[in-house]
């Protein structure tokens, strides 16, 4: 068993910030890949940031110059700074884990393990 869970997200002004924090707890033997992705009412669900074992990351193109992803201080937990934010990054973000030592590309299905979700809201 894996379990995945967010923490942070909430609502704020154009132009503000927001954190969001991933962490992994379970059989994790083999060191995964970290990724948060995003979902607008509908839209697809869309790729965030991968974050590998060796701590290289990859973004959306949505999101690049303005969200940081990162280790967090315990293993197999992932930090999302989410800075400049707009009314468009509105959306349920979620934590997503797949065991592997490379990131697969931002495919949902390619992730085996999901969180809850949590909500970001961006007022204008």
């Known amino acids: 068993q894996v379990h995945v869970v967010e923490s942070g997200g909430g609502s704020v002004q154009a132009g503000g910030s927001l954190r969001l924090s991933c962490a992994v707890s379970?059989?994790?033997?083999?060191?995964?890949?970290l990724a948060w992705f995003r979902q607008a009412p509908g839209r697809e669900r869309e790729g965030v940031v991968t974050?590998?074992?060796?701590?290289?990351?990859r973004y959306g193109e949505a999101v690049k110059g303005r969200f940081t992803g990162s280790q967090g201080n315990a293993k197999n937990t992932l930090v999302l700074e989410m800075n400049s934010l707009k009314p468009e990054d509105t959306a349920m973000f979620y934590c997503?884990?797949?065991?592997?030592?490379?990131?697969?590309?931002?495919?949902?299905?390619?992730?085996?393990?999901w969180g809850q979700g949590t909500q970001v809201t961006v007022s204008s």
């Open positions: 997503a884990a797949e065991p592997g030592r490379v990131c697969p590309p931002f495919i949902p299905s390619a992730f085996d393990f």
């Open positions: 974050l590998d074992p060796y701590g290289r990351t």
């Open positions: 379970g059989d994790t033997d083999i060191a995964p890949c």
